[in-house]
């Protein structure tokens, strides 16, 4: 009987290092892509006190509650913009299931360290005509 009862044990903790490793081997959930919003609504912008950061904030306009994961994302160049703006596109991801049908507001932030010395402003495009641009005071 004790042999029995000690192989019992031995199965049931191989069992359970068998499950822990299965779920350190999972793969990390997908993050769902975010769309980029209709209306951009306000955009701000501040340096650290040595101008070596800049972070940037934008709020947008979602048709619904539940919106989840707002990003803001910097667009990529080949070559320096011209005017010295540089753009953003405001994400978020849409939700499923039943929500409250009201309008609502995201945020989104990017901070950015060594900014270009030449950067005169922002501009963060919503679809269509929402987009806002604001110009650096320096």
């Known amino acids: 009987m004790p042999r029995f009862v000690l192989a019992a044990a031995l199965a049931v903790v191989a ?3 068998t499950t822990a490793s299965a779920e350190d081997k999972k793969e990390p959930k997908e993050e769902k892509p975010g ?3 209709k209306v951009i ?9 040595d101008k070596k950061a800049l972070t940037v904030t934008a709020v947008g ?40 049908q009201a309008l609502s507001k995201v945020r989104g932030d990017h901070r950015w360290t060594n900014p270009p010395a030449d950067i005169k ?11 806002k641009t604001i110009k650096f005071d320096k």
Request: hydrophobic share 35%.
């Open 15 to 17: 069992a359970a290092l």
């Open 35 to 37: 769309e980029v919003l």
């Open 41 to 49: 609504i306000n955009v701000t912008h501040s340096f650290s006190d």
């Open 61 to 100: 306009q979602v048709p619904t509650g539940g919106w989840t994961g707002a990003k803001l994302i910097p667009r990529k160049y080949k070559d320096k913009p011209a005017d010295g703006i540089y753009e953003y596109d405001l994400t978020a991801v849409r939700p499923t299931g039943i929500v409250t």
């Open 121 to 131: 402003g922002i501009k963060v495009y919503g679809t269509g005509e929402g987009a």
